[in-house]
Structures are given as C-alpha cells and as structure tokens.
C-alpha cells in the first residue's frame, strides 16, 4: 500500500519563485504527516513521519531515506501496536540515526511515554528506550551531544519542562524539571552551544543551561527553533499572533534585533485535512 504526505525543499525565499522540487510519499487518503526532515552526510535526506494503520486507530513511525533528488532508497516502520508518533530525526556520528516521539500503547488513553529510537545506518533498530511518566509526554526534539549521547527535551507529566541527558546507549545520565509560574511548560527545540550547556526553546521563552542542566537564565522570547550563531549568540523563530517572529540575540540572550513575516492575518488551508508539517534544520 502507498502512502503519500508532501515535502518541499526550499530556501527561506518566495516558493513559487525558486522552488527547488518537490516529492509526495504514500497516499492522501490517510493524511500522514511529515514531522521531521534532515540532511544527511551522503547529500540526501531522512524524513520522519506518522504512519497510520489502516485497519485499527493506531500509528506508527514511519522512517525515510532518500536521495539528494527526494527519490526513497528505503524505508522502515517503526511501532508497538498502540498511537506511536515521531517528533524529531537526526543523523548520528556512525552513520545511524536517532529518533525521539511518543508511545501510547492505548489509543483510547490520553497519557504516554517518551520514546528514543536508535538505529543503524540502513534504519534497522539498534536499541529503544522508554521514559516513562503518567501523563502525555512527548520528545519533542532530540540531538546528539559532543561526548556521543543524547539530550531531548518536552514537557513532564503535563506540568513542567523536561530536559532529559542520555549515554550513547539511551542509558539516564541526569533529567531535570523546569517551572515558571502558572505555565504549561514545553520545550521544543535544545542545541548544545559552544560552552557545553544547553540552549533550549519553550513556550515561556529562551532558556540557556549549563552542561549539567542547571539554569543560567530565562528570556521572556517563546520560540519554536534555535540555533547558536557563529558570533556565539542565538537566532530563535516563533510566533507573534498571526506572524513569524525572527529574533537576533548576543550570548547573554538579549536581543540585538527582531523581524516580523506575515501579513497579521490566519492563513486558510486549501483542504481542513493537513498533509504536510515538517521541520527543516
């Protein structure tokens, strides 16, 4: 059976203009959704994605390998038989990959675990781990540190922030918890920096660590992604009402500039059945 969601590989630049091409993997009629897309070392690209299954409520994740061109040269499903969703995919140092989502294996129960998926370089699974909560807990975003583990970030048990740090094999090495006030507070993207702590994007704003998790600070700037910039600060992009908000940091995290994209007003969608949401890093 064909499955099929929409990837668009283009610069920050008007689509119609200087699209580079496009691919559709699987079949509309199931509405998977394209959560991550990476470039590899090869030139190619590793696409995560939900994958339904057609005769239960469950998902699966759906793993992708392709070309430079978006042709596949493989794929792997991944998932334990309950409402398995991938967030975030990287490229590891062997050659392998990592993925970070969410298990349920009640599809009718609103709670869940956080799932790290490691595989080789051909997507069949090395290892899994499961961090187990007792709410909806999600890895939202997960990279590969300098010592060759792990660190992801999402939110606890429905209350807090969570930035968890693993060895190589997924084994705990510390997890902290993180709250601010009357918050429901997520984190959606971490980086490791330059120092060896952590710069992470939430909801409530951007928040730099140390390389033990312990805060340094909290700026009230709410972001999607960050990424630390070659003059050792920080570009962060997220909201601000209907509009893209681009915001320029110094290493301290106080904002040298800010630029707003959008015309302030909710964009309609063509079909009120998603078929596309991927993250470009």
């Known amino acids: 059976m064909k499955r099929m969601f929409l990837i668009s590989v283009m610069a920050l630049i008007p ?8 691919r559709t993997y699987g079949s509309a009629e199931y509405g998977e959704i394209g959560r991550c897309v990476r470039q590899t070392s090869d030139g190619g690209y590793i696409i995560t994605a939900n994958y339904p299954n057609d005769s239960t409520e469950s998902t699966d994740i759906w793993l992708i390998k392709t070309d430079s ?8 499903i991944y998932g334990e038989g309950g409402y398995d969703k991938p ?12 993925i970070s989502g969410f298990m349920n294996i009640d599809v009718w129960m609103m709670v869940g675990d956080i799932w790290l998926l490691k595989t080789d370089p051909d997507g069949d699974t090395m290892w899994t781990r ?18 060759g583990g792990y ?9 807090y922030l969570l930035l968890l740090k693993t060895d190589e094999d997924g084994n705990t090495e510390w997890s902290k918890n993180y709250e601010w006030g009357d918050y429901y507070e997520t984190g959606y993207c971490i980086r490791q920096t330059t120092d060896g702590g952590f710069i992470v994007a939430t909801n409530v704003g951007l928040f730099k660590t140390d390389s033990q998790g312990d805060s340094l600070w909290l700026k009230p700037w709410p972001g999607r992604c960050v990424q630390q910039t ?45 078929r596309m949401a991927v993250t470009l890093s």
């Open 15 to 22: 689509v119609l203009a200087l699209a580079g091409w496009m």
């Open 69 to 76: 061109m978006g042709n596949v040269m493989w794929e792997r």
């Open 151 to 159: 660190i992801l970030t999402s939110n606890w048990n429905g209350a």
């Open 230 to 274: 070659l003059d050792e600060g920080y570009i962060i992009v997220g909201r601000s009402s209907f509009n893209i908000r681009l915001r320029k940091t110094d290493t301290n995290g106080d904002t040298l500039w800010t630029r707003v994209y959008g015309g302030g007003k909710k964009m309609a969608t063509a079909s009120s059945k998603p």
């Open 87 to 98: 967030y975030c995919v990287q490229q590891t140092n062997d050659g392998g990959y990592v």
């Open 130 to 147: 499961i961090y187990r909560g007792n709410c909806f807990n999600v890895g939202n975003w997960v990279e590969q540190t300098s010592d």
